[in-house]
């Protein structure tokens, strides 16, 4: 088969060159418990793939509970190991804010993680999960007076300072509460990591933090406070990162300043965010977790040692390498077309290739990702494998807009049809949480497999839920509009 020229460089052809057939599922981007059955169906954790869209309906998000569990329960293990190595110890947040349901906080903290929220919303949900407060870390570059009262209030392990208005915000709400409440202060560092590569710059333009020159000045502002206790410096320096260099340029910015804090009072702990990269198609090479704790611990005990000065604890705060590649969106297929597309190549001679069109039921309301940041995924029938050529395939979503891509580019079988059922995997972070009711289509249910068994964790949104704030409606509540946190 020649390549397909609408196909992009990374994308490689099945069956070709040793690469496997495009009913392969990549180890690396599927759940750990999803195979394809001697039936030539997808499981997932020993469900079937069918069974589950018959049961719940498509669009479906499908978490593999044992492998997020366990991935939860590695990341800890890994950055335990790492720190315990260099005379440290490391806690791991997970940041909520990559897919957050009650199911989901009792799962990482059953693993020994603390939590990451980012607004009420998210806190509410990790109390109503029953989680410590004290393991609660709470973020935002603008949280209300509502929010700042309530996480004090329930008492959060640290609220993350954004600013130098918020300093005086938390101070006085703590002092009100009479609590001593205990803060990080994010840092603007300057270093930008994105996807292969990172940026080290004096200053970077962004919402996030407070430049880096200015931390002494704040963090003294911090310890004028009796009702503050400062732990330490924060940075997050961006997502899908693969690789440790960002990081390490970040630690050894931050603790330079760090040591100088300590001529002030006690800074007991560093936080590096999150961040980590996971595959999202088989092109995507990722380095082990084990890897970059290890190298971070080796970055920032070396830094620390030439600074003179003993090695903070370490925290750290993924959310995508922990739910992303433990979850796949069941969808069906409803229509399935050939677009015949002009290829200009080089020496400016024109010629034609096809892309198929394949749409399903679901599409940028319940995955934005392509749309809003180029992501690329990748996708396999899910009800049946197929020895038909592979065809190059757009899956496309239902809703009015062209860029309603959930994934770019794959291979497909050529036999795709109407009915058949596609699923996509790696979809367990920001996918439902940046769920929306676009084109009034209600959010997928989320489903949790494990040996076999299916439970609903979150349920689909009906009709009725998505009439239910309309107050034109007749015999509608009238509406209460006063403001909330
Ligand atoms: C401050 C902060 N921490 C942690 C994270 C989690 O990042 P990831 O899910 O890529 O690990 C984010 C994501 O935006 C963030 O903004």
């Given amino acids: 088969m020649t390549a397909n020229p609408l196909a992009p460089d990374w994308l490689r052809q099945p069956g070709v060159s040793g690469e496997p057939d495009a009913n392969a599922l990549a180890t690396t981007v599927w759940p750990r418990n999803a195979v394809r059955a001697a039936s030539g169906e997808i499981t997932l954790a020993a469900a079937s793939a069918t069974a589950l869209a018959a049961e719940f309906g498509t669009p479906l998000y499908v ?14 293990a890994a950055f335990d190991a790492a720190f315990a190595a260099v005379g440290s110890h490391a806690t791991v947040y997970y940041a909520g804010k990559a897919f957050l349901s009650t199911e989901i906080a009792r799962w990482v903290t059953v693993a020994g993680l603390n939590i990451d929220v980012c607004s009420g919303g998210e806190l509410a949900v990790a109390l109503a999960a029953g989680v410590d407060p004290a393991r609660l870390g709470f973020h935002g570059n603008n949280k209300s007076l509502a929010e700042i009262d309530r996480g ?45 590569e990172f940026l080290a710059t004096a200053h970077e333009d962004q919402k996030f933090g407070v430049p880096l020159a200015d931390a002494p000045d704040v963090v003294a502002a911090i310890r004028s406070h009796p009702s503050l206790r400062f732990l330490g410096l924060h940075s997050h320096i961006g997502s899908q990162i693969f690789e440790s260099a960002g990081f390490a340029e970040a630690a050894g910015r931050l603790l330079m ?23 999202y198609t088989s092109a995507d090479e990722v380095t082990p977790i084990a890897t970059i704790a290890q190298e971070l611990a080796r970055v920032v005990a070396a830094e620390c040692a030439a600074l003179g000065i003993p090695v903070p604890a370490i925290a750290v705060e993924p ?24 290829v200009v190549s080089t020496g400016s001679t024109t010629s034609t290739a096809v892309r198929k069109y394949v749409s399903v039921d679901g599409g940028m309301s319940d995955n934005i ?22 065809a190059l395939i757009r899956l496309a979503g239902k809703h009015c807009e062209s860029g309603d891509i959930v994934v770019r580019a794959d291979y497909l079988p050529g036999d795709v049809e109407p009915g058949d059922l596609a699923a996509v ?20 249910a989320v489903v949790a497999v494990k040996d076999g068994a299916a439970r609903v964790i979150v349920r689909r949104e009906t009709e009725a839920d998505l009439l239910s704030r309309d107050a034109g409606i007749p015999g509608a509540a009238a509406p209460d509009q006063k403001a909330t946190a």
């Fill in 152 to 196: 004090v209030e329930v008492g959060v392990g640290a609220i993350v300072l954004d600013s130098v208005v918020e300093v005086e915000r938390v101070a006085a709400v703590a002092a009100r509460h009479g609590r001593v409440q205990a803060v990080r202060l994010r840092i603007n560092s300057g270093v930008h990591a994105s996807t292969h």
């Fill in 369 to 390: 990702r392509a749309a809003l940041y180029q992501a690329d995924y990748s996708v396999r029938l899910a009800n049946r494998s197929s020895d038909a050529a592979p």
């Fill in 257 to 279: 300043v760090h040591a100088g804090l300590l001529a002030g009072g006690e800074v007991p702990e560093l936080n590096l965010g999150g961040g980590f990269g996971i595959a």
């Fill in 63 to 76: 978490v593999d509970e044992q492998d997020a569990r366990d991935r939860a329960a590695e990341l800890k």
């Fill in 319 to 342: 959310g995508r390498a922990i739910i992303g590649p433990s979850t796949v969106t069941l969808y069906e297929i409803g229509t399935v077309k050939d677009v015949v597309v002009s």
């Fill in 425 to 444: 995997p790696a979809t367990g972070a920001y996918c439902w949480s940046l769920a929306s009711n676009y084109n009034y289509l209600g959010r997928p």
